[in-house]
Structure formats: structure tokens, C-alpha cells
């Protein structure tokens, strides 16, 4: 809060040594560069603080008469009205940005455990128990009804893709758009799409989900450490 009100100051007693060579409007566009350093790098209140001592200030040491809140201006008055919108607003959206940003790096903290946990397991557990817990995390992880392993694959299901793309009848389905079909099971083969390991019939058909690209590629990694598991019991009887 000190940073938003003390920069912004400092800016205009600076900009007013200029007043005789500097437009207003220009001088106004490097108050608002001020108030987006401030909300990028601080909190609401620092932003909103930048953003009100920056009208201020431009209405004190820019605006004549100088020294005193009183603008005689019309245009001046716009300006300042607007550098203070302007300034709340660039606030409000570097705050959005910066919980977006949050947002999307625990979920990838959340979907790179999910990972690891599964790969542990797949190290040291029975296929059955790795199996179960695939289905669960794959139910939770896109939003499913229900996700069930199946030794053979439902050859007119959709396909659920390594690199997290569906397809249905060898055409892409745009699932950021349309969400996975309710009308049919889709298939997430085990192993890399390799038939002898298997996959998952997956079920969303009591509502619409919309499995972000990332969830659906961890989905793939997650039946490909069954494929592994499977092989590797396979391999061992």
C-alpha cells in the first residue's frame, strides 16, 4: 500500500517539472503504467491506492488552477475521472490474472501427484489394486459417472487418445467445446493403445463433462501405468 501511494506521488511531482513540454493525456498514460506495475506486483488495496493517488495527483500538479483539487477543465476533468476507472479496472484484471495463475498451478501440482502416487503404486502393488485405484482417480480426475477396467476393447466406442484428443469413428471430437459424449462408453486403452493390456470404459452420461487437455493427457499416463502393470504380471506367471 505505501508502494501504491508513495510511486504514483513521486511520479507526479516528477511529471509536473514537465507540465510546459508533456500533454496532459500523455502524461495520464504514464500514470496508468504506473498503477498496472503496482496491481501486478501487489494486492487489491495497493492497486486501488495506486489508482486514486494517481487521479489525485494528476488533478493537483497537472491540472490548472495547480496546487488545489479544483479543475476547470472539461477535458482534464475526463481525464482524470477515467484515469481512475481505468486504474481500478487494471486492478481488478491483474488480480484475476494472478488467481488464473494460482489456479492453474495447483491443479498442476494436484494432477503431477496424482502421477507420482500411481506410479509408486504400480511399483509395488498388485495389478488389481493398481487397477482400482486408476479407476477412482480417473472417475474424479474428468468428471465420470464411472470409469471400469475391461480386458477388451468396445471396437465403435470413441477413443480416448494418448495425447489427450478424442475420437469417434477415426473424426476429433472437441471436447473443450462439447464436453465427452453421453450418449456412448468411451475407450482409454492401457498401455499406449496396445490391445493386450486392456483399458477403461468410461462413462459420463448423467451430465456434460468438460475434462481440461492436461487432465485427459494424465488420464493416458494413468492407464499406461496399468498397460505396464499388466505386461509386467503377464510376463511373471
Request: glycine share 10%; proline share 4%; with cysteine.
Amino acid at each position: 500500500i505505501a508502494i501504491g501511494i508513495l510511486v504514483p506521488l513521486a511520479v507526479c511531482l516528477l511529471l509536473s517539472s514537465l507540465r510546459a513540454e508533456l500533454a496532459n493525456t500523455n502524461a495520464a498514460l504514464v500514470l496508468v503504467l504506473i498503477v498496472v506495475a503496482v496491481a501486478s506486483l501487489g494486492s487489491r488495496a495497493a492497486g486501488l491506492s495506486a489508482a486514486v493517488v494517481s487521479a489525485a495527483g494528476f488533478d493537483v500538479f497537472l491540472t490548472q488552477p495547480y496546487g488545489t483539487f479544483a479543475i476547470h477543465s472539461a477535458a482534464d476533468v475526463q481525464t482524470t475521472v477515467l484515469l481512475l476507472v481505468i486504474g481500478a479496472a487494471v486492478t481488478e484484471l491483474a488480480l484475476w490474472g494472478r488467481r488464473q495463475q494460482a489456479r492453474a498451478s495447483e491443479q498442476h501440482g494436484y494432477l503431477d501427484g496424482i502421477v507420482q502416487t500411481t506410479g509408486s503404486l504400480a511399483g509395488a502393488a498388485p495389478s488389481r489394486t493398481v487397477i482400482e485405484h486408476v479407476e477412482k482417480q480417473l472417475a474424479d480426475l474428468l468428471d465420470l459417472d464411472q470409469a471400469d477396467y475391461a480386458p477388451h476393447a468396445d471396437v465403435d466406442a470413441p477413443v480416448l487418445q494418448t495425447d489427450g484428443s478424442l475420437t469417434r469413428r477415426g473424426q476429433p471430437v472437441d471436447v473443450d467445446r462439447s464436453g465427452l459424449p453421453t450418449d456412448t462408453e468411451i475407450w482409454l486403452p492401457a498401455g499406449g493403445g496396445q490391445g493386450q493390456t486392456g483399458g477403461f470404459r468410461l462413462v459420463a452420461a448423467t451430465h456434460v463433462a468438460r475434462p481440461t487437455h492436461q487432465q485427459r493427457q494424465v488420464a493416458a499416463v494413468l492407464a499406461d501405468h496399468v498397460g505396464a502393470v499388466v505386461r509386467q504380471e503377464a510376463m511373471g506367471r
